[in-house]
């Protein structure tokens, strides 16, 4: 979403880097380019000017000037502005010491409502949560059987009472049936409209006074541009809300949206949905996502996903083949399945500092590709996958045929494991290979 505006940005700050010393023009210049890049990035205009009004005022006098390092005092002064306006530290869920902990789930119609109710109950599940999620959407026609599908597929339970027709009896009883069960949380989907008007906030306060939630969340869709934003500052005139769940952040819009919410209504954005596969949600951090904005990269959260998926012991031993390169295709086949479990790999290596600009001068990493080469490695022998530089020509014809593509291909993928293992084995002696050549090792 954010890549417009990041070349823009990275454009700019990358001038500044490049010059010794800045004068008041340069500062000037950079100012007026950093809000033309978030202006075409559909930000509101009044957060455009407090923006670079508050950005000026910490670039004014001295401190620039007189700075170590004046391009470097510049970027981060840029990137802690940003920070800011997405809402500075953040905020997370705080659960209740004793019974079930209430989150209502409230926005518009086609904002991607429930199914973020359905992947913010798997990802509190994920925290070792007893969650239970209410279908207590009874305006939209099928939106109880939906929400009943993805709970299924997330493996959390779902309360609703086939036949009902008042959303307050039946949240009113899943918060009865929570606290027998010992629920943890409780996640209620509530109706929305396609557009904010009485009957909804009628309807949202009788839900709200009947569940007595902890925190209501408020679901807008990115794609909308400031439409979202618009939607926001309804809901915060007419009904109060805690914090944001912004929906298809991975989409191609510019991110205005995602920039301008928490300075308009003064609510934070608390969990982003990053994809359309219900593990495709993560907790919003302003400054990470400043960082990745500027090409910082977003260490930290690449650090989680990895923890989530790989274990110590599986990590020893990795890190045992690589070093007496005994790193097979059979291993690269697992690492590369746990990789893909932690969301798309072109989403993953834009957290790595420096490889999101690298990438984009490569080319995207196709998810396509990453198909074809499991199928090619699943079409061989444990011999095959453990030895590949004796597959000889009969054999490669015979893998090609298994994995319905072609003797190219098979080869190109021998060609590249050997590559990959010779930069491996560069990281194994310390030595670190820059963006460029990380990303030829891939290919």
Same mark, same amino acid.
């Given at each position: 979403?954010?890549?417009?505006?990041?070349?823009?940005?990275?454009?700019?700050?990358?001038?500044?880097?490049?010059?010794?010393?800045?004068?008041?023009?340069?500062?000037?210049?950079?100012?007026?380019?950093?809000?033309?890049?978030?202006?075409?990035?559909?930000?509101?205009?009044?957060?455009?000017?407090?923006?670079?009004?508050?950005?000026?005022?910490?670039?004014?006098?001295?401190?620039v000037s007189?700075?170590?390092?004046?391009?470097?005092?510049?970027?981060?002064?840029?990137?802690?502005?940003?920070?800011?306006?997405?809402?500075?530290?953040?905020?997370?869920?705080?659960?209740?010491?004793?019974?079930?902990?209430? =989150?209502?789930?409230?926005?518009?119609?086609?904002?991607?409502?429930?199914?973020?109710?359905?992947?913010?109950?798997?990802?509190?599940?994920?925290?070792?949560?007893?969650?239970?999620?209410?279908?207590?959407?009874?305006?939209?026609p099928a939106a109880v059987e939906q929400l009943q599908k993805l709970g299924a597929q997330a493996k959390v339970d779902v309360y609703s009472q086939p036949g009902e027709t008042d959303a307050v009896r039946v949240a009113d009883w899943a918060r009865q049936q929570a606290?027998?069960?010992?629920?943890?949380?409780? =996640?209620?989907?509530?109706?929305?409209?396609?557009h904010v008007d009485q009957d909804l906030m009628d309807e949202l306060g009788r839900v709200r006074k009947v569940t007595k939630p902890h925190d209501v969340l408020l679901v807008v869709d990115a794609m909308t541009g400031q439409d979202a934003v618009n939607v926001a500052e309804s809901f915060a005139e007419t009904a109060d809300f805690d914090g944001v769940v912004m929906t298809k952040l991975d989409g191609d819009a510019r991110g205005g949206a995602a920039l301008s919410v928490r300075a308009v209504t003064g609510k934070p954005i608390i969990y982003a949905s990053t994809g359309?596969?219900?593990d495709e949600i993560e907790r919003f951090h302003p400054d990470r996502m400043a960082g990745r904005i500027l090409g910082m990269g977003d260490v930290m959260s690449l650090i989680e996903k990895t923890q989530d998926e790989f274990d110590e012991d599986q990590a020893a031993d990795?890190?045992?083949? =690589?070093?007496?390169q005994q790193f097979t295709l059979e291993d690269f086949l697992q690492q590369m399945k746990q990789v893909r479990r932690m969301g798309?790999?072109?989403?993953?290596?834009?957290?790595?500092?420096?490889?999101?600009?690298?990438?984009?001068?490569?080319?995207?990493?196709?998810e396509r590709e990453l198909d074809r080469i499991e199928a090619i490695i699943l079409?061989?022998?444990?011999?095959?996958?453990?030895?590949?530089?004796? =597959?000889n020509g009969s054999r490669r014809k015979r893998i090609a045929t298994g994995s319905g593509t072609t003797v190219q291909a098979v080869n190109r993928l021998v060609k590249q494991f050997g590559q990959m293992n010779k930069l491996m084995?560069?990281?194994?002696?310390?030595?670190m290979p820059d963006a460029q050549q990380l990303m030829r090792g891939m290919r």
């Open positions: 979403m954010f890549d417009q505006l990041s070349d823009r940005l990275q454009g700019v700050l990358s001038d500044v880097r490049s010059r010794g010393k800045l004068s008041d023009d340069d500062v000037n210049k950079a100012l007026r380019e950093v809000r033309l890049a978030l202006l075409e990035a559909d930000v509101n205009f009044k957060v455009v000017k407090d923006f670079t009004a508050s950005l000026r005022e910490r670039l004014a006098g001295e401190e007189e700075a170590l390092n004046p391009g470097q005092t510049v970027i981060k002064a840029v990137n802690d502005e940003l920070t800011e306006l997405m809402g500075g530290a953040g905020r997370d869920i705080v659960f209740a010491p004793s019974g079930p902990t209430v =989150i209502l789930m409230a926005g518009l119609q086609g904002s991607g409502k429930t199914t973020a109710t359905a992947k913010l109950g798997k990802l509190l599940k994920k925290q070792n949560k007893n969650v239970a999620l209410v279908a207590a959407d009874l305006q939209r606290v027998k069960d010992n629920r943890d949380v409780l =996640i209620v989907d509530t109706a929305g409209r396609l359309e596969k219900l990795l890190e045992r083949k =690589i070093r007496k798309p790999l072109g989403n993953l290596m834009k957290m790595m500092p420096g490889m999101g600009k690298a990438m984009r001068g490569m080319g995207q990493v196709d079409s061989m022998t444990p011999f095959e996958r453990a030895h590949p530089t004796e =597959i084995k560069q990281l194994s002696e310390g030595k």
